[in-house]
């Protein structure tokens, strides 16, 4: 099995991933954590702010862990106080989605097993239309305000969004089975018209490094 890459950059390794993209720079950046999640920057990011809340141990889904009351009321508090820094001008909401599988032994939509939930911000309006078009008409919907069931074992697109500062919506869940790599990210770059998508031909490393400047505390250098 091939060593996780979220992993390796938790522990704060300087042969990471992320310690390579950023040039041996920097082999940590934490913007905030509980006892059992933490947000980092995504690689690839689609625009500035574009973040992950990953479980601190190696757990292959977000949304299993959300059946669990004090593990589901940390992510809305990371959540809510990333929005606080996140969400600004015409980028007015927090848009949050996953690529997952309940199984260990089922590949989610991509190649980063480790449990992320992506949160990035958008206009309100882009918001609204990547739910109306991918999940409002087939996905299951499920009350944010109290945990909410797993997916069993087949893999799954979570979404739900939040306004800078508030509670986050309805969590949207739908059969990820036959839909293509990546598939949020392709739909975002395409309501966003953007000229890329895939985040392992494009590491749009100066966009990491602005997103950092946002308010990322634990940020870790190499001497």
Known sequence: MRPCTICRELTGAEDSQFARVMGGRLVRAVFSRTADFQIIPSLGPLVVGHSLLVTNAHHTSVWSCMTNTDLYEQVKTLI???SEV????????????EHGSGDETTEPLCSTTHAHLHLIPLPRDI???LLAEHFERNALVFDSSRPCAG???RPYVLACSTERGGEISNFYVRDATGLESQFMRRAI???LNLGFWDWKSNLNTSVVGRTIEMGFREVVTVD
């Open 127 to 129: 918001v609204r239309e």
């Open 80 to 82: 809510r106080q990333f």
């Open 151 to 153: 997916q069993g074992n």
């Open 86 to 97: 996140a969400v600004l001008d015409d980028h007015d909401e927090l848009f949050c989605f």
């Open 189 to 191: 770059a395409k309501a």
